[in-house]
């Protein structure tokens, strides 16, 4: 099939880019024009774990193709992916603009003449956005009927690429036409769901939003545990043996960041809130959400006391590993409490440093480990990139004037470096107390 892809951000490369892997004719629409320039140059403008050899391939094949003119991407395509941002307005609700901009847009392309054509919203929009804002304005500005689809992506960032070749289900939200798009989807083995755009919208932010109440629930149990001498991961092997309860999503940390669970969350609550219903359970994971990167702050002034004038490694930017993306990343809470406290903060990570200096300009970014770790008095560890979890517990204890690690998202081994004489603090480890 002919596809077309507006919207070249994670989610929608990634989409056309696996849509051309099973054969079908891609072109990504990106009206960014650094973005657009990077991509016609073959080059993926962030960092995603294979993503750029795929596109490579894709690219030769000349199966992926990147434009700015919507008309020309539209043009014998039968169906249009709506890939754009879906960010976060001031008062927690859903800013449609881009959905609206690019809807019209696509109605526009459309209106030469009726013919077989659906569109398909991917991006994360709150239940009736495709029924009772993308339709009537792309019918409106087409002039014909044209069906309009839901599609939620379940894709993770760090393992987009991953999670798009073989997701766990696909749900598609149809109304009234345009049922051959599951054509699209017919090399896909998974579990496929056919349910009303409502439906399907609803299910991305139920799912989104239950993973981040089953966070929030962690990492106030892992506070707990640390408190009474229990190790979180124990507790999470007990219960995860019962049937009705998943262990995965349930690593406790310091917070869940990135452009979905903060944002998603805080539009179920805001409609949520709007339909009279407001929800105590998603406004408490919000809440619990907002404190819990400063449990990194507890920790280090458990084991150095006053911090002013002490030097702290912040080891991790990015809201999560193998990603450069620092949206709502709890590196930035954590930066700004330190710096309320008078530390000396040096920031490290191995991928998102000139996006976190776009976030923070006036940060003290450190490109080099060794040098962000040489002589601080503590680190902390923000995001579990592998370049943290292989450090050698010797020579941290040789290159650091201080020895306290705070394990921020338990990615090193406690034994390990409490043998090295490091004093080892991670969330959700409690130090076992005797019960004697
Ligand atoms: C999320 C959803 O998982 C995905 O299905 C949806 O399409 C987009 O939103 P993403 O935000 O890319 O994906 O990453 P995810 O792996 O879900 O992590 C989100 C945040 O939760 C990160 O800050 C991560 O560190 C945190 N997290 C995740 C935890 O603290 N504990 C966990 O057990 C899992």
Redesign the pocket.
């Known amino acids: 099939m002919k596809v077309c892809v507006v919207g070249a951000g994670f989610v929608g490369l990634t989409t056309g880019l696996v849509f051309a892997e099973h054969g079908h004719d891609v072109r990504v629409v990106e009206v960014m024009d650094s973005r657009l320039r990077q991509l016609e140059q073959g080059k993926v403008p962030f960092h995603e774990p294979g993503v750029q050899d795929a596109v490579t391939r894709q690219i030769a094949q000349s199966r992926l193709r990147f434009t700015s003119d919507i008309r020309e991407a539209i043009d014998g395509a039968e169906c249009t992916f709506l890939c754009v941002g879906t960010p976060q307005g001031d008062d927690g609700a859903i800013d449609l603009r881009f959905i609206k901009q690019a809807a019209k847009e696509i109605g526009d392309a459309l209106s030469a003449k009726e013919r077989r054509h659906v569109v398909v919203v991917k991006s994360t929009v709150v239940p009736g956005t495709a029924a009772d804002v993308v339709r009537p304005i792309v019918q409106e500005s087409s002039g014909w009927n044209v069906p309009v689809a839901s599609n939620p992506?379940?894709?993770?960032?760090?393992s987009a690429l991953k999670d798009a070749r073989a997701p766990d289900r696909i749900v598609m939200g149809i109304d009234s036409g345009g049922e051959y798009v599951w054509d699209l989807y017919a090399s896909f083995e998974c579990p496929k769901l056919t349910v009303t755009t409502r439906t399907a919208e609803m299910i991305k932010y139920a799912?989104?939003s239950f993973?981040a109440v089953k966070?929030a629930f962690?990492n106030e149990m892992a506070n707990l545990c640390e408190d009474v001498g229990i190790d979180w991961l124990d507790v999470v092997e007990g219960i995860g043996l019962d049937y009705r309860i998943n262990p995965s999503?349930?690593?406790a940390?310091l917070?869940?960041?990135?452009?979905?669970?903060p944002k998603d969350v805080a539009a179920l609550a805001y409609l949520a809130n709007s339909h009279k219903h407001p929800s105590g359970v998603l406004n408490a994971a919000l809440a619990s959400n907002a404190t819990q990167p400063l449990r990194a702050i507890e920790l280090l002034e458990d084991e150095l006391g006053d911090l002013e004038e002490k030097t702290i490694a912040l080891l991790g930017l990015a809201?999560?590993a193998d990603t450069d993306d620092v949206r709502e990343t709890?590196a930035l809470p954590i930066l700004h409490a330190l710096q309320a406290k008078g530390a000396i903060v040096r920031c490290h990570d191995p991928q998102a440093c000139e996006t976190f200096l776009e976030l923070m300009p006036d940060a003290n970014v450190i490109t080099d480990l060794d040098s962000a770790i040489k002589n601080a008095d503590a680190l902390v560890i923000q995001t579990d990139w592998q370049e943290y979890k292989t450090m050698d517990p010797a020579h941290l204890k040789a290159q650091m004037a201080g020895n306290t690690i705070i394990d921020g998202r338990r990615a090193l081994s406690p034994e390990l470096f409490a043998d090295a004489g490091l004093n080892y603090r991670g969330i959700g480890y409690g130090a076992n107390e005797s019960t004697d």
């Open positions: 992506e379940f894709l993770k960032e760090g799912a989104n993973l966070i962690a999503f349930f690593q940390g917070g869940f960041g990135g452009s979905c669970f809201f999560k709890r």
